[in-house]
């Protein structure tokens, strides 16, 4: 719901330390500086072709998929925000093979970041919105440095996550534990404006969000959920559906958390090996940690994706994320497949 009096993100997370003891000042300043970052990359990607951003960038990363010049901006603009500030172990992105440790010549904290600097890059040059994810994990353990293994945790164990939409509206959302707090970027003055807090995603949706291109490549679960949906209200599920799928996740999560829906980019028998389209660590995971501190649900189809112990850091997963009811049905139908 719309606070009342206007609340600045810097007084929301002194709050949040201040009465729940939930942030640290490391982890604040962390936060500060992601958010600061997020409104250099928003004003890159508001310039379009004003800018020189668009098009590619005629080099490709770890997933070896091309990357476009603001996915290469937005990950340069990310390490150099975070490097200085004493808070943060190492980084790790999906534009960058392995992970990034803070250089010697500055502190080194407990925090790891890990983001996808840009998703749904796809849609940069036909100004659809698009987004930055990030995930923070705490560094286990005493060991000294830091290595690939210190970031293979559960997404049970983040310690704050969030996203930053470039759409109609620069908007910030992120959790630390304590629900979901939504922050509209003020271009007059700079700064980001608490929008809605305790954001509650409704048990029940008639929204679901899949590309349905690929339908003939699912795995039954999946095929007999979206049929009942088609079916509609001669179906068994005696109700109509609407289907949305912008091919931005931010901008798919976003309305989800908006106004409740079920988003799904399940494993499909073209690359059966694969798990899924979609990176744990720095998609899943912060998406997951969002949508279940609103009330709603995220598993992999068979269990609860937070719970998914990584192995390697670019790992993919099947996702299917949003209201608890329709998600826990889809859950359903895989485990009865089984
Ligand atoms: P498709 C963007 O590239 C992304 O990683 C997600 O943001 C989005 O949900 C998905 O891929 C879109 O995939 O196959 O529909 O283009």
Sequence with gaps: MPPTKRVSLTQYLVEQ?????????????????VARACKTIAISVNKGALGEVLGSADTENVQGEVQKKLDVISNEVLIEANEWGGHLAAMASEEMDSIHVVPHRYPQGEYLLL????????????????????????KV??????????????GRAQAAAGYCVYGPQTTLVLTVGTGVAMFTLDRETGSWV?????????????EFAINMSNLRHWAAPVRRYIDECLAGKEGPRGKDFNMRWVASMVADVHRILTRGGI?????????????????????????AFLVEQAGGLATNGRQRILDIVPT??????????????EVQRVTEYHQAAD
């Design 194 to 206: 608490l929008t809605a807090n305790e954001v509650t995603i409704p048990a029940d949706t008639k």
């Design 17 to 33: 330390q201040r009465e729940h003891g939930h942030i640290p000042s490391q982890l604040r300043l962390l936060l500060e500086i």
């Design 141 to 154: 353990g005493h060991h000294r440095g830091v290595s690939e293994e210190d970031f293979l945790q559960p």
């Design 312 to 325: 390697k850091l670019h790992e993919r997963v099947s996702v299917m994320l949003g209201s608890k009811n």
């Design 115 to 138: 983001f996808d600097p840009l998703d749904g890059s796809s849609n940069i040059d036909v100004n659809v919105s698009i987004g930055t994810i990030f995930s923070v994990l705490r």
């Design 263 to 287: 988003f799904m980019y399940p494993w499909d028998q073209r690359e059966p090996d694969k798990p899924g389209k979609l990176r744990l660590m720095y998609e899943a995971n912060p998406m």
